[in-house]
């Protein structure tokens, strides 16, 4: 090997026992192709924690070059800097959101259960009183006929044994609601919802709420993890 071959191979030496050779790197002292070092990935459950850990840096990771990256399924992942072997990056942590089971859209709930969906798997915001009341109202009475045109339904409450006294409520169908679908450290993106009522006095009734925005609303979550991560004071490029 020259001279000139010799001084380029110093000049990419990258660290005391390392050279970058055309891209590989290679141990100095007989040349052999070194494996890149790949971080073991440290798996977390709240936003909050990969907030703390890049602050701290608690292992002193390079953040020079470090991206965060949201899947699509909003698991958030704090990658390192390209190695040059493999055009890959080390995953230093990724935070994976363990929600409990959500609300199934497109499946009829009794009227208890809705509620009790509704209450525990939305926030309280938006149109949610105005959908609650619906199925309280229908909850707490003796009967219910429906009438149902495809752009809304008419109900008419039976209060009592008395045909006389009957109370007729148009409900519309389409209400925003915003349940929770992503980390609960985020606002929770919200969306319009189809809500339909089906069965009589023999049968009870049942309700069902539909998405209608083809899935949309994904676009809004990724930009409010992506909003909470910048509010906690992460710097580092955020790609969606």
């Known amino acids: 090997m020259d001279g000139t071959a010799i001084k380029r191979i110093e000049e990419l030496a990258i660290d005391a026992n390392r050279i970058l050779i055309d891209g590989e790197v290679y141990a100095r002292d007989d040349y052999t192709p070194v494996k890149p070092y790949l971080y073991a990935t440290l798996r977390m459950s709240t936003l909050k924690s990969l907030a703390d850990f890049i602050a701290q840096n608690p292992q002193n990771l390079d953040f020079e070059n470090a991206i965060i990256v949201i899947d699509p399924d909003f698991t958030v992942r704090l990658m390192g800097d390209i190695i040059p072997q493999t055009l890959d990056r080390s995953v230093y942590a990724e935070v994976k959101a363990y929600p409990s089971k959500g609300f199934e859209f497109g499946n009829r709930y009794d009227l208890e259960s809705f509620i009790v969906a509704l209450k525990t798997k939305f926030v309280h915001a938006a149109d949610w009183e105005e ?10 009475e003796d009967g219910v006929e429906i009438d149902d045109n495809g752009m809304s339904q008419r109900v008419t409450i039976k ?37 339909r009522l089906s069965g009589n006095k023999e049968m009870g009734i049942s309700i069902s709420l539909h998405e209608t925005d083809g899935g949309d609303w994904r676009k809004t979550a990724a930009q409010n993890i992506k909003k909470y991560l910048v509010e906690n004071g992460i710097e580092l490029p955020i790609y969606l």
Request: aromatic fraction near 10%; charged fraction near 20%; charge should be positive.
């Open 131 to 140: 959908v609650f009341n619906v199925a309280r109202k229908v909850q707490i």
């Open 159 to 195: 209060k009592g044994i008395s045909a006389a006294s009957l109370s007729k409520e148009t409900i519309k169908t389409d209400y925003t609601l915003a349940p929770n679908r992503i980390f609960t450290e985020c606002e929770q993106p919200a969306s319009v919802f189809f809500l």
